[in-house]
């Protein structure tokens, strides 16, 4: 069992940034694939991106390939996402995810542990 902390969201101007962490408990979090995923209001939870066990590997959507960066600490066992050249259409919940599924899942079903969100806004 794991469970997840976010914290980082905010409010920010067009074009600006944001960073947000997903701190895991317990010992087994080098053992999750991880992913950020995010839920703007009136719409499903969409995946944003993953990362594999080791952190060598990332897969990213592509409305945020390129300006967003995911990267994670085992020995801290946090994740991060850093947020660049943020756009209004950004504005969502952001959520981080377990997986113990390899590949790199992109469903919210193959997701086992969910964190309780963070708010991120993007202001035009």
């Known amino acids: 069992q794991v469970q997840l902390v976010e914290s980082g969201g905010g409010l920010v101007q067009a ?10 408990s317990g010992r087994t979090f080098g053992s999750y694939a991880m ?15 993953s990362i594999s066990r080791s952190g060598s590997s ?4 592509d409305s945020v390939s390129g300006r967003f960066t995911i990267s994670r600490d085992n020995a801290k066992n946090t994740v991060y996402l850093q947020m660049n050249s943020l756009k209004p259409e950004d504005t969502a919940v952001y959520y981080c995810g377990a997986t113990d599924l390899w590949g790199f899942p992109k469903s919210t079903r ?9 708010q991120v806004t993007v202001s035009s």
Do not use: I, M, N
Request: hydrophobic share 35%.
């Open 35 to 49: 992913g950020w995923f995010r839920q703007a209001p009136g719409k499903e939870r969409e995946f944003v991106v």
């Open 110 to 118: 193959d997701y086992k542990h969910w964190g309780q969100g963070s």
């Open 58 to 61: 990332t897969y990213y959507a």
């Open 15 to 24: 074009g600006g940034s944001l960073k947000l962490f997903c701190v895991a």
